[in-house]
């Protein structure tokens, strides 16, 4: 099992997670409201988009960069998911919906 390290910023919010031995890394990086905006690990990224109104998250997208590119975004409307979309590089499945 390899040793971890969490470095976290003043205000107790995680800033990097190190995976010693693994060469992995997942960093955390906050808008100029003091929330999440995105969390990049391996070659993916997931950003984070917020309702100012009601101050919660409305959207979500990953994006993959290798081994094939790929993009899942999704939109909160309500309780429930909304809107997903699924976009591939791979022949075949360009730009698939749902």
């Avoid at 003043?10 to 890394?25: I, K, M, Q, V």
Wanted: glycine share 8%; proline share 5%; with cysteine.
């Amino acid at each position: 099992m390899p040793s971890i390290i969490h470095d976290f910023s003043e205000d107790g919010r995680p800033l990097a997670t190190y995976y010693l031995g693994t060469g992995r890394c997942v960093l955390y990086k906050y808008g100029k409201l003091g929330k999440l905006s995105e969390v990049l690990y391996d070659s993916t990224a997931v950003t984070f988009g917020y309702d100012e109104d009601r101050w919660a998250c409305s959207r979500w997208s990953a994006c993959r960069v290798a081994p094939s590119p790929a993009t899942i975004r999704y939109r909160k409307m309500g309780p429930l998911v909304d809107k997903q979309i699924y976009r591939f590089s791979e022949e075949g499945m360009v730009n698939a919906r749902v």
